[in-house]
């Protein structure tokens, strides 16, 4: 290895055997083959990649149409990845982590990674909350042309909060009771956005997806159409395959 490479993934042996696929800095995605393993290459024409959208999207793309291409069985390696020889690869990766590498393709085989966001409109939820709730919009109410002491304002304050939180609860638990039982595992990401109260990644096997995409649409039409929901159904399995776990299972 003359220059620094760029790797995208690992598959198991053999992979793919050429591809025509273009990574970043324009350059053409490569294979290596080493310890039993294939790797997905470009040259790196950058010591370090600035974790921008283009790039972050360039990074998956590579392994999404390696996935389209039939090879669904991949590890997909941390963004940024920059190795300056092959023996590098091998003496920290291949070769400490070979069997933790089999288990772990064995674990993804015949699986798929999905994700399910979930945004809420909290004003809405707010206002459909006092509806329901109406002795509780009079305790509200009467903060508006009242003196009330620090003690009152806190007590209702803290009464309408409790109850936005039991109602956030019964969303989140209504999406996670439906889908968990669907799924081989399930992991469970801290919120993007203030206004984001679900959002989890789950591996399933690969002939389940359509079932799985019905009940999420079903989850949609129980809460009338009043969440907004982000489902991907085909990324590289990046919850489910992380390196730095491998340690761990070695």
Known sequence: MNNNVYLYGILPAPGPQELELEG???????????????FLYSEAKQSKYLASRRNLLS?????????????????????????????EVSDQLTGPYSEALTRLFAHLDGHREVSVKVMWDEANELQLLMAERPELQAQRDSLTGKTLN?????????????????????????FRNALKPLSVESVENDPMMSDMIFNTA???????????????????????NRLRIRYNNFTAPFNFAQISALEGNA
């Open 24 to 38: 970043l800095d324009k350059q053409r995605v490569q294979i290596q083959s080493m310890d039993g393993f294939t």
């Open 59 to 87: 990074h998956e793309r590579v392994l999404e149409e390696v996935m389209h291409q039939g090879y669904r069985t991949i590890l997909p390696l941390q963004f940024g990845l920059v190795v300056e020889t092959w023996e």
């Open 150 to 174: 620090m003690d009152e304002v806190i007590r209702i304050g803290q009464a309408v909060e409790k109850a936005m939180a039991e109602r956030k609860n019964e969303i989140v638990n209504a």
């Open 202 to 224: 789950f591996l399933i096997p690969w002939e389940s997806e359509m079932a799985f995409s019905v009940w999420v649409e079903t989850l949609d039409q129980q809460f009338e």
